[in-house]
Each structure stands twice: as C-alpha cells, then as structure tokens.
C-alpha cells in the first residue's frame, strides 16, 4: 500500500472511470477522485486505501483540466449527478469508451462492435421524481439525498427533471406546510409524509402524484387533500400510497386514489400506454423512443414470429414490436405492472400480445418445457442482470435472435459471455445515453445464434 489515509498527493487526472471518478496514478498506484475532469491537476486527500487502490477527494484544483461549470448549485452536494462539470460532448465519449472496454474486460468482446452511443436530450429530461420528505431547517421539505445517505438536501429546482416535476413537488410540500402534516422522521420511525412522486407525460400534458404516508389516514388528510385539490385543478391524478414499514423501498402496497384515474396516459410513436405509479417507466423519453427503435431494427421481425419479452414491464416493448409479429408473449414479476400491459394491449387494439405474471426465472423454464420457441427473444432485466438459470432456458428456446437491452455494461458482458457459451455471439452493441449528467448508460446488443 503506497498510501495512506489523510496523506496529500498531488493528481493529474488521466481519465474518468467507469462510475464517473477521475483517475490518476500516483507511483503506479491507481487513486480514484470523484467530480474530477480530465487533464486536472489537483491536491487530493486519501479518504481510503487498499491494496490496489486508493480514493480521494479534492481539497483544491491546482490547474482545471477539461471542464466547465455545473448548471446545478447543489452539484456535489446531491447525489443525483456526478457528471455535471464535464461538456456534453466529453460525457458521450467516456461513457462510449466505457462500454467498449467493460464488454471487452469482462466478456471478452471485441470493442468493434460496439457503436459511438446515441446522444438524448441533455437537461430537463426525467419525466419521473422521486422526493425524500423531511425535516430541514426546522421545516418539511422535499429535495433529493446526498450521496450513499438519507441526508436531505433541499433541492428546489432539479435540472435534469421536467421544470413541472419540479413545480409539482414544491407546490405540494407548501401545502403540506401549511396545512400542519408531519414529515416522516425515519431514526424516529414516525409522522407521516415520506416521499413526493411525480410522474408527467410531455406527449400528453397529463401528472400524476403519488404521495407516500406511513397510514392512509393521517393527521391533517382532510384540510391537506382539499388544498391539493383547490389549488392544483390541473393535475390529473393523485393517488395515496401507503409505507409504514421501516424500509428503503419506497412504495408500499396499499394506495388509495384520492382523484382522478390513478395513472396517467404517455405515448411512444404511435401507441398508448397506461402509467401507474408503481409501473416501470422509462424516465427519458426521447431515449426511450431511440432504444424501442433499435430493439425493432436488430428484431428483424417479418411479421411471422413469436417474441418472448422477458421482464416487460408494462409491455412496451413487446406492444411497439406487435405489428410485426405473429405473437408476443411477456413475462413480469410486477403484478402492477401486467396489469397495465394488458390495459395497454387493449387500448392499443393489440390482440396478439399476452402478459403473464411471475418471475421469469421461474416461467421461462416452465414454459420451454412445455416446448415454447421464439424466433426473437428481448430481454430488459434490472441492474443486477440475469440468472444463469434464466439464460439456459433462453437458450433451450433456441431463438435465432436475442435482443439485450441492459442498464449496467459489467452485469451486460457477464450475461454475454454466459449466452455465447451456449451458441449466441453478439453481433453489435448501440449504447444509449439515456441518463445524461449521470455515470449510467443503457446498450442495446444484438445476439444471433451460431449455426452448426
């Protein structure tokens, strides 16, 4: 270990990791620093050292390399962003970069495949938020946590969300003020009001608010939901979701809709969908377009074969391939969220569509034994990527193609690598940006099966 602890080094950053931390060298020595450009010279403090490596944090930028001021004046401070002081342009590059070399670290794919990612729009792009509610300053406010804490910081305005996100949740947390209702105090394990969620459609104007108490009825309900109401005649649902376990998980299971349908309407080219606020819902829509798109194009569908969507939400890939399938099953743990498929199926008049509920770890297996086959096989998993188990019944499928859309590169290349061991090679990878200002990339990859 070169380092220690407390010790001060002077860094020339060399280039930005894949979590979106500077990187220098120091004797050989690897040491992290997160919110560092390239080309900085700066005095760092080691926060922590091991055998390999070190972390550090900036005390004073000796000579600003490649960067430029964040937009946002709690940048730092908050831990939705950790890109902001990097030009747009830069942020693409890296984030390229670091798909090509995780897939090739990882899984042994040639960075030939892989494509120069697809720019989104850069500010104001999140069309869902998320708001911790607590005590700050001695009054309820909603914001956003500071990284890897439930510290609140009073975020106002968010510029990487909707500017209705952020009007919406501000408006709500003054009523919540003036009408007397407690926040939720989580060392405490009591009050009421624990998180703002917003969703907003731009395709349709409609919001939808989903506020999260820890009992349905709650001192202050009747005067803080006629305020809401007298105040806010635009928003086109609000919904109570009720929390009051001592939890990270921040929807509970029981909600209650105070107005309105309880879900709002989006649209991705020329279809429909139905939005919960529990659904999953991609929160770019302009990225959403893009990757729906390339799933489509690297489907080669001819309008005879059967998809299987493997974690699909709320359909909405399997419906925006329907018109050219014969069929398409989806597969969702989420019981909320099949629900809204087969709502959307119906509002679209897509009758070649089915949506099955449980975990696709489970009925995939199932169903192939069964002797179900796909030509296309889609699949949209969480961060964490997909079991080997999984993967083996996506293979005894014997689809010709399989579309991967994934939000983490290492857990991608993991699952490549797997798939490849049993007949599938990748054949092109098209990032995404679908979370600009942040580290995070989604791909898209193409798999066909090897003949023979």
Known sequence: MLVQPGQHLELTIENISHQGEGVAKHHGYSVFVPFAAPGDLVRGQVVSAKKDYARAVIKEILQPGRRVEPKCRWFQECGGCNLQHLDYDLQLAIKTETVKTTLKRIGGISPDIVKDILPTQAWSYRNKLQAPVA??????TAGLYKSRSHDLVPVMECVIQEDVNNQTARQIANIARETGVT????????GSLRHILIRHSQATGQALAALVVSALDFPNREPFLNKLRETMPDLHSLVLNENPRPTNVILGDREEIIWGPGYITDEIGELTFKISSRSFWQVNPVGAEKIFQKVKEYAQLQGKETVLDIYCGTGSIGLFLADQATRIIGIESNLSAIEDARD?????????A???????EDLLPQMVQKGLKAEVIVLDP???GCEPSLLEA??????????YVSCNPATLARDLKLLAERGYLAREVQPVDMFPQTSHVECVTLMSRVKG
Do not use: C, T, Y
Request: aromatic content about 4%.
């Open 135 to 140: 005590m700050h300053r001695g009054q309820l």
């Open 183 to 190: 926040p939720w105090v989580e060392r405490e394990q009591k």
């Open 344 to 352: 959307n199926a119906r509002m679209n008049g897509i009758d070649n």
């Open 354 to 360: 089915e949506f099955h509920g449980g975990r696709a």
């Open 382 to 384: 969480p961060r964490k």
């Open 394 to 403: 996506v293979a005894q499928a014997k689809p010709s193609r399989i579309v």
